[in-house]
């Protein structure tokens, strides 16, 4: 039985409540200009540590695994699907890049299709798994999101071509990072704090769509003197029919360093209680070994259950993995935890699951 219109628009009220609470809330905003997680589960490591360990970080695991076979299938994108799209789909295209067609528009998350997730193409993490496409095969593309500056979520070549292709696409993305995009030949460039919400619409699509830019633990930097300088997030979009889409970018949910109490983020469950019940999401599974080093910004399998259960999402798909080697687990290892997980849970398995890369998975 449906909500009758006055509990839906108590429960809209309450809701908007909520977010302008969140919203109100810049504990994240440093005095010094940059930003911050502002919770327990979040402990910044210093920047000779984590670099340190960076390097040190044995990644045999990882190119064992790569060698014997186990990375994920690419396969040919699904033109018939994605030119007739239902309601809500999503295709992944890799990492974190993904192809979201909803309610008639079209919004593409992370592009990355370069060799390399990395400053320069000669040096880096190089691909393990090719790309699916390339950015001139992609179809219409109403909206992209960009949800944070780190190279594998933002790349210059792929964007330059996506600017190129797409010149009156509508761009979101956080804070301090509206002159890289600009200077990537980007027109319409809308940019967001914590809970800001952006409504639009699309040519020949009846209502609205909402975007809205929510919390996430992680941090930023494209050099190695601003580490913080810009936001991060997780992003919301909702469609005119009630569909709503979480997608995580890039995160974590609770640091194993200097974290005793063992706190978790809460802002996925605030996220939860503003946006969801979700009818799709894109959560991050992988590049958490070794968990010391990467907990602090990035959620292991078992964690992206929990944040799975706090978003209060029906379907989810795991993302960040898969596609190039920045961390030490094998590669196939983040879904084989993940199923472990979610079967210890006692979920459908397919409630949250993973894709080969080129899939698109269409909402039932």
């Known amino acids: 039985m449906s909500a009758a219109p006055s509990d839906q628009a108590g429960s809209a009220n309450i809701r908007e409540q909520l977010r302008q609470q969140f919203l109100a809330d810049k504990s994240h905003h440093q005095s010094s200009g940059r930003f911050t997680n502002p919770w327990p589960s979040f402990s910044l490591q210093p920047n000779t540590k984590f670099f340190t360990s960076l390097l040190t970080t044995d990644r045999k695991p990882s190119s064992r695994s790569i060698a014997e076979g186990r990375a994920p299938k690419v396969l040919a994108?699904?033109?018939?699907?994605?030119?007739?799209?239902?309601?809500?789909?999503?295709?992944?295209?890799?990492?974190?890049?993904?192809?979201?067609?909803?309610?008639?528009a079209t919004v593409l998350c992370d592009p990355v299709f370069s060799e390399r997730c990395s400053p320069v193409q000669w040096v880096g993490p190089k691909r393990y798994t090719r790309a699916p496409c390339q950015v001139d095969e992609l179809p219409p593309v109403d909206f992209l999101i960009i949800s944070h500056n780190h190279y594998d979520?933002?790349?210059?070549?792929?964007?330059?071509?996506?600017?190129?292709?797409?010149p009156e696409i509508r761009v979101f993305s956080t804070l301090g990072n509206r002159e890289i995009l600009e200077s990537l030949g980007f027109k319409d460039v809308s940019i967001g704090d914590w809970w800001d919400e952006f409504k639009v619409s699309v040519a020949g699509v009846e209502g609205e769509f909402k975007f809205a830019c929510t919390p996430a633990q992680h941090m930023t930097a494209r050099g190695v003197f601003d580490r913080m300088a810009t936001l991060w997030s997780s992003w919301v979009v909702q469609g005119p029919s009630g569909h709503r889409f979480f997608f995580s970018g890039d995160t974590a949910y609770s640091s194993t360093y200097e974290n005793k109490s063992k706190a978790e983020c809460p802002a996925f469950k605030q996220i939860g209680q503003v946006y969801g019940p979700f009818?799709?999401?894109?959560?991050?599974?992988?590049?958490?070994?070794?968990?010391?080093?990467?907990?602090t910004m990035h959620a292991t399998p078992e964690q992206a259950v929990r944040i799975h259960e706090d978003i209060g999402s029906k379907k989810s798909i795991g993302i960040h993995w898969g596609t190039f080697v920045l961390t030490a687990?094998?590669?196939?290892?983040?879904?084989?935890?993940?199923?472990?997980?979610?079967?210890?849970?006692?979920?459908?398995?397919?409630?949250?699951?993973?894709?080969?890369?080129?899939?698109?998975?269409?909402?039932?």
Not at 280 to 295: H, N, Q, R
């Open 153 to 166: 979520h933002l790349d210059r070549n792929t964007l330059r071509l996506v600017a190129m292709k797409y």
């Open 77 to 104: 994108l699904n033109d018939a699907k994605i030119s007739d799209p239902s309601d809500l789909q999503l295709t992944w295209l890799g990492h974190a890049s993904l192809l979201l067609q909803i309610n008639g």
């Open 329 to 364: 687990e094998e590669v196939d290892e983040p879904p084989k935890r993940l199923a472990l997980e979610m079967e210890a849970c006692g979920y459908p398995a397919d409630e949250f699951t993973v894709l080969s890369i080129g899939e698109t998975i269409q909402h039932k």
């Open 279 to 295: 009818s799709l999401a894109a959560i991050a599974i992988g590049a958490y070994s070794p968990e010391i080093l990467f907990s």
